[in-house]
């Protein structure tokens, strides 16, 4: 069904605005949690949950939820996913306890799965020109940046002007649009009956990647548990193995291990992980260091890590404009390359002055800003429309998994470098320099991605 030009991007807005609600509910609690954990008299392993179970379910469950809105339609995964979202930001909101906020943040990851997938899978289908779906794509994976940027932000404003819940209630209205919006404008298209959805390949996925998270995430604590990180690796081993040995035996797998072969396809993959994973761990040390040396706000520290969202934006959407010539090699590997000397300017930024740290930061932007938008074309331009939801999942999860990796291991590195130098300077650099030698690592294993 050909929809009008005015239709699609009035979708594209919509969609958006369900991204855009769940980065930043993914990053908003970085400076809302000790005010809420106060308030409601939360201990430390409560608050800790309260952070991790947002993207502890949402991971686990973003693979199925993927592949089911092939099946059932990625309209209904949306505007479903929407609701349960709206229904959990109100219960969060007005949580009387620590244990109904935990609740509460797992319903939110249980609405976030299953439409997020659903966003970049809607544009897929709609957008049957590919200039002009590039273009579509470029916003949707800006949009993702400026989610994640803005979140700490907008947790430092609603604080200083409202209570906790604020941090949650903030969604009901954005929510209520979009349903309205999503309604008249996202294609009804047919279910796909005849495609199998396989409950114990969902079952196993989420069983594998629930247990990277945990394992993941434990060893950022210190010390942390190992027992749990047993647990979790096992748990991962376990159903990743189960997983894809189920998944070559059936006829319609949930996730088609073939796709993998397309060197564009898992370039794409590996520079949404990379991005995500130097976005985050930016974002990490640069809030913690500033704020504990230089005396930032939350909203100060919020602020400067945005930059990059700023330097990415111009980028993504010139990204787009020129991939039909460039091709996808330069903008995948090149921006990714071109992020290495704006984290290195951010580290000369420390003794040579703020404006020097903020251009660094803008030039990583600039960089990850192509990289990313060209890597979300290289994902849904590489499978069939009827597996958007599919490839849009694998994507999600290379989103979480860099950023989960980024916030235990660089976060953790953190900690032991200041500990062993005594100066949280160094450690800020010593972070850095890792993350440098990553994206730089990260350049070098996407450049040889066909055009």
């Known amino acids: 069904m050909v929809i009008s030009r005015t239709r699609r991007w009035a979708l ?4 958006s605005a369900g991204l855009l609600l769940i980065t930043l509910d993914n990053a908003i609690l970085y400076t809302a949690l000790p005010t809420l954990a106060r308030e409601l008299g939360a201990t430390p392993a409560e608050g800790l949950w309260i952070i991790n179970a947002y993207p502890v379910v949402m991971a686990g469950l973003l693979l199925g939820s993927g592949t089911l809105g092939d099946r059932v339609g990625h309209r209904i995964m949306f505007l479903g996913g929407l609701a349960v979202f709206g229904a959990a930001s109100l219960l969060a909101a007005f949580a009387p306890g620590p244990g109904t906020l935990i609740g509460a943040r797992a319903l939110l990851a249980v609405g976030a799965s299953a439409m997020m997938p ?3 899978a809607l544009i897929r289908v709609t957008f049957h020109d590919e200039r002009e779906r590039n273009m579509a794509i470029a916003v949707w994976g800006s949009l993702a940046v400026v989610g994640a940027s803005l979140g700490p932000i907008a947790g430092g404003l609603l604080l200083e002007w409202f209570w906790w819940g604020s941090a949650f209630l903030v969604n009901v209205p954005v929510v209520v649009i979009a349903l309205v919006a999503g309604l008249i404008l996202a294609p009804r298209g047919a ?11 969902s079952a196993l996925a989420t069983l594998g990647l629930v247990g990277a998270v945990l394992a993941v995430k ?3 604590h210190v010390p942390p548990s190992w027992p749990l990180v047993a647990a ?8 990743f193995t189960l997983f894809a040995r189920r998944q070559r035996r059936l006829a319609d797998p949930l996730l088609d291990l073939g796709i993998f072969r397309n060197p564009v396809f898992s370039s794409g993959v590996a520079a949404a992980a990379f991005s995500m994973f130097t976005i985050a761990g930016l974002q990490l040390a640069t809030t913690q260091r500033f704020q504990e040396v230089a005396g930032f706000t939350p909203l100060q520290a919020g602020m400067l890590v945005a930059v990059v969202a700023l330097g990415s934006l111009p980028t993504s959407l010139l990204g787009a404009a020129v991939v039909h010539r460039t091709g996808v090699r330069p903008l995948i590997a090149g921006g990714l390359a071109c992020a290495v000397p704006g984290v290195a300017l951010t580290m000369t930024g420390l003794a040579a002055g703020l404006p020097v740290l903020v251009a660094g930061m803008a030039l990583t932007g600039a960089g990850l800003g192509a990289a990313m938008s060209v890597a979300s074309m290289a994902i849904m331009g590489n499978v069939p429309a009827g597996r958007a939801g599919m490839a849009s999942s694998v994507q999600e999860v290379s989103y979480e998994f860099g950023s989960l990796t980024a916030v235990a291991l660089l976060g953790s590195l953190l900690g032991l470098a200041r500990d062993v130098s005594g100066d949280m300077d160094t450690a800020y650099l010593v972070v850095l320099a890792v993350v440098a030698v990553a994206l730089a690592a990260g350049a070098g294993l996407t450049k040889g991605a066909a055009r």
């Open 191 to 201: 279910p796909d009956t005849a495609r199998h959805w396989d409950a114990p390949s």
């Open 218 to 220: 434990e060893l950022a």
């Open 118 to 120: 659903a966003t970049l």
């Open 232 to 239: 979790g690796t096992a748990a991962a081993v376990t159903g």
């Open 12 to 15: 594209l807005a919509t969609v």
